[in-house]
């Protein structure tokens, strides 16, 4: 009777002990934090889950895209990541500019991270989707593939446009976020249409800027046109100097051709 009462506390402990230590194991490894950000979906293939995130929830212009891949409740660190921004519309389907993520996760966020510029919203007209495949996960297995079907609001900061010599492009307008009184970063990027699924970035665009507040009939001083800073993303400034409706205006060259005149509005 003593003999089996210790064997059973022994048992119970042993128990205890494996049941502790399995824990410690989970909570000292980040794998089961889902990051606090908005969540695209995910899908699994091949043991692998690939799950999607955005800082919040997608619209037309310059989205940060997240992934996290797991297997067996292991976060995994590095991959070959193939990431497609599709649309499927009634008579065709178009992907639009995009990075994919790079092969190991960012320091900032723990994740793989790449971006998308949406041209159009998701609804009627059609449906994008990320097209996803992963490979050579921490260096081998088994490829996955799979769909995570996203939602795409509408905003004003894509203009699709053809030049003069009928040359199609998209601008897209990505800074300033929330405009402020003030001097504001301005950020856009300019990418070519060469077909449905080809978006290079134009490397010699000129930029000549101006904002304008169109009720009052003013600008402001001390801007600064975008200047190409890398692939295809121009960096420089503009000055509110009040609240309101505001107009961003671009003129833009490349290679000695016009690319036209092109306005953003805004109000804050
Ligand atoms: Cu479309």
Redesign the pocket.
Known sequence: MLFQKISFTTLLTTILFFLISGCSDISNDDSFMEPDMFKLGEFTDNGLTIAAYAERPLSVGYNSIYLDLHRSGERLNSAEIEMIPM?H?EQHS?ASPFEKPARVRDDETGLFTGWAIF??PGGM??SWELQLEISAVNGSGMPSAGIIEIEVEQSNRVKTFMSDSEERYVLTWILPDEPAVGMNELKVALHKRESMMSFPPVLNAEFEFEPWMPSMDHGSSNNVSPEHVENGFYAGSVNFNMTGDWELRFDIEAGGRKLGHHVFELEF
Request: proline share 0%; aromatic share 0%.
């Open positions: 649309m519309m178009h041209t159009m007209m059609g």
